[in-house]
């Protein structure tokens, strides 16, 4: 184990992210081209700001907004904007404007991998073993002398050919990404998500952070994990919390099947998280199926939103999802499409269908900023059963419990039970009513 990681950022607790993939909210090409004009296009992002900030968020977490060659992910210059988005001029009118609002930003740094086009790639393909970057990629070069238009095998991220893998024993690779962060986090930025963290050795993770923290010891990183040990994941990063794919899946999966069960297991897996970090949490983002599109039965959209804003964590609304946006993922070209799509100019020329989950969103979400120990609260069973779970969330001496019904007509025994804060219930003789497929907030 490395040595012990420093607390996160004390404005950690109050945030809640507003996540967006700008290439695809602003409805850019599919593609880059180095010959295209600049489209100013994060102009677009900002005038959803105020929508931000009346779902009651205080954060957004930004996708790629690097130059790249189609998706984001194929980074090739991590210091300049992508023309289809804009240039640095526009991203600062949206720091600026972000900052106008009280809201954090949080970029997306893709350093595991970067596209072909990227000029340290380049150089490779270029000049051959001799090249300067060589040594910054995991590379096979043919047996005999090398001659020009001989390209090497080289390690890519999951059989991506475009995604060309770096090598992160190299230390200016290292020293690269040292210098990027800090790049932007200079200009105003708050923190990093770390694409495919999971990917990295958690060595060079905290080589990274370690250097980063001297010159932004505020500075929020976060990591992308998706299977695996967190809590040690997060020690041996050093980072300060790491994406909470476990409660996602069963969140949506234990309403799907009627098993709280499954819910149950991973709520006290999260209570053991919480021990050492604050994970990441969310029901939604730009690699998986609209939650919306998930779940079996609608009714059940609610309780997944009740789960991810009355436990603890630093939870993530994914750009859409409070209008109860469809959207299914596919393994194919183009099968992120979906749940990537262009939104209008402003929230007014939404479908008014979306309203009852948008005002949903923005009950619960005052909920949690009047109840902001949340972000660290542990969760205690008090009932369990396939179709019913109560639990309570218990911080700096409050309490509130939760009680989610996906069944019919339920009575549970709720000991302590106060108020309906949210929600729909009958209180009696510490016993909580609630109506078919329903569920309630209560105080404690």
């Known amino acids: 184990m490395t040595a012990a990681r420093a607390a996160e950022p004390g404005w950690v607790q109050d945030v809640l992210w507003w996540h967006v993939?700008?290439?695809?909210?602003?409805?850019?090409?599919?593609?880059?081209?180095?010959?295209?004009?600049?489209?100013?296009?994060?102009?677009?992002?900002?005038?959803?700001?105020?929508?931000?900030?009346?779902?009651?968020?205080?954060?957004?977490?930004?996708?790629?907004?690097?130059?790249?060659?189609?998706?984001?992910?194929?980074?090739?210059?991590?210091?300049?904007?992508?023309?289809?988005?804009?240039?640095?001029?526009?991203?600062?009118?949206?720091?600026?404007?972000c900052r106008e609002r009280g809201l954090r930003v949080l970029l997306d740094g893709v350093f595991n991998h970067v596209g072909r086009g990227h000029p340290a790639f380049r150089a490779v393909l270029e000049q051959g073993p001799s090249a300067p970057t060589a040594s910054w990629f995991r590379l096979r070069w043919p047996d005999g002398e090398w001659t020009p238009g001989t390209e090497p095998a080289y390690d890519d991220f999951e059989g991506h050919g475009a995604l060309v893998a770096l090598n992160h024993d190299?230390?200016?690779?290292?020293?690269?990404?040292?210098?990027?962060?800090?790049?932007?986090?200079?200009?105003?930025?708050?923190?990093?998500?770390?694409?495919?963290?999971?990917?990295?050795?958690?060595?060079?993770?905290a080589q990274v952070a370690d250097r980063v923290r001297e010159r932004h010891p505020d500075a929020y990183l976060m990591g992308e994990v998706i299977h695996g040990d967190y809590g040690r994941f997060v020690a041996d990063a050093r980072l300060d919390a790491v994406t909470q794919?476990?409660?996602?899946?069963?969140?949506?999966?234990?309403?799907?099947?009627?098993?709280?069960?499954?819910?149950?297991?991973?709520?006290?897996?999260?209570?053991?998280?919480?021990?050492?970090?604050?994970?990441?949490?969310?029901?939604?983002?730009?690699d998986v199926t609209r939650i919306a599109s998930r779940l079996t039965d609608e009714r059940h959209l609610a309780h997944a939103l009740v789960v991810l804003l009355t436990t603890g964590g630093t939870p993530a609304v994914y750009a859409g999802d409070e209008h109860a946006f469809r959207g299914v993922k596919?393994?194919?070209?183009?099968?992120?499409?979906?749940?990537?799509?262009?939104?209008?100019?402003?929230?007014?020329?939404?479908?008014?269908?979306?309203?009852?989950?948008?005002?949903?969103?923005?009950?619960?979400?005052?909920?949690?900023?009047?109840?902001r120990w949340l972000h660290t609260a542990r969760t205690t069973t008090l009932h369990l059963a396939n179709e019913q779970l109560v639990y309570e969330a218990v911080g700096e001496g409050q309490r509130l419990v939760v009680a989610l019904n996906v069944g019919d007509r339920a009575d549970v025994p709720v000991p302590g039970a106060g108020a309906v804060l949210a929600g729909d219930a009958e209180v009696a003789g510490g016993r909580v009513r609630l109506p078919a497929h329903g569920w309630a907030v209560l105080a404690g």
Do not use: C
């Not at 930025?189 to 958690?202: E, I, K, M, Q, S």
């Open 21 to 97: 993939y700008p290439l695809g909210f602003v409805g850019a090409e599919r593609e880059g081209a180095p010959d295209r004009p600049v489209a100013h296009r994060l102009g677009h992002l900002s005038a959803w700001l105020d929508h931000v900030v009346e779902l009651g968020l205080s954060g957004l977490a930004l996708g790629p907004v690097f130059a790249s060659e189609t998706h984001g992910y194929d980074t090739i210059d991590h210091l300049r904007v992508d023309p289809r988005l804009g240039d640095d001029a526009d991203l600062d009118a949206l720091l600026a404007a």
């Open 170 to 205: 190299e230390p200016a690779v290292v020293d690269h990404v040292v210098e990027v962060m800090n790049h932007w986090l200079d200009r105003g930025v708050d923190g990093w998500r770390l694409d495919a963290a999971y990917a990295v050795p958690a060595s060079f993770w």
């Open 245 to 286: 794919y476990e409660l996602w899946k069963a969140v949506w999966s234990s309403l799907n099947d009627g098993n709280f069960f499954e819910l149950d297991a991973a709520l006290n897996r999260h209570g053991g998280f919480l021990d050492d970090f604050v994970p990441y949490t969310f029901l939604g983002n730009h």
């Open 330 to 371: 596919e393994d194919r070209a183009g099968g992120d499409d979906a749940v990537r799509p262009p939104f209008p100019a402003t929230p007014a020329e939404l479908s008014p269908l979306g309203l009852p989950t948008y005002r949903l969103h923005q009950e619960l979400i005052g909920l949690r900023r009047r109840h």
